[in-house]
């Protein structure tokens, strides 16, 4: 159970703050619902309290685990000789799980897949929204601006390609 001011993380969405607890009824049916303001995209979600485990909501990571998400998109690991199908159901599943660091583990994957070779339209609509989820959890965590995570991703890589 969550509580008025939480920071969560719901997947597929992202992290935001639980503004409201409500009871409303919809098509006959009264139901309470968490109000959850996502700063990510300026959305507002109404979570059912009775579906919140079905949907992964959770609490944002610790400060402390901030260190372990930023050497996972360090790794640079990538998942090689997979056709495009299979890597694309393999990140989808990964995002849907709502751990930051399977998000992570897409990021990086696809920052460094697009560094090497390009990304296709649908890995490349990928990339662009698993980064917003996993910022609006950063930022939720640190005390840094939607800037310093964007100038982080961005450069993630520019390193290395630098180098060669």
């Known amino acids: 159970m969550f509580d ?3 920071k969560v993380v719901y997947p597929m969405h992202g992290a935001g703050v639980i503004e ?3 009871e409303k009824e919809i098509l006959g049916d009264k139901k309470k619902y968490y109000v959850m303001n996502i700063p990510n995209g300026d959305m507002k979600v109404m979570i059912p309290l009775d579906n919140v485990q079905k949907v992964g909501l959770r609490d944002v990571i610790e400060k402390g685990s901030v260190g372990t998400v930023y050497q996972i998109l360090e790794s640079h690991d990538e998942l090689t000789n997979v056709n495009w199908n299979r890597r694309y159901r393999a ?4 995002i849907k799980s709502g ?3 399977k998000v992570a ?3 990086g994957s696809l920052l460094l897949r697009d560094r090497k070779k390009g990304l296709s339209t ?4 990928m990339l662009e929204s698993a980064k917003q989820i996993l910022m609006s959890e950063l930022l939720m965590v640190q005390d ?6 964007a100038a982080y991703l961005e450069n993630l890589f ?3 390609a630098d180098s060669k």
């Open 20 to 22: 409201a607890i409500e």
């Open 99 to 101: 751990s930051i660091f």
């Open 105 to 107: 583990e897409v990021v």
């Open 91 to 94: 990140n989808m599943e990964k």
């Open 122 to 125: 649908g890995e490349r609509r």
């Open 158 to 160: 520019n390193d290395e």
């Open 144 to 149: 840094i601006n939607r800037d310093e995570v």
């Open 4 to 6: 008025i001011g939480d």
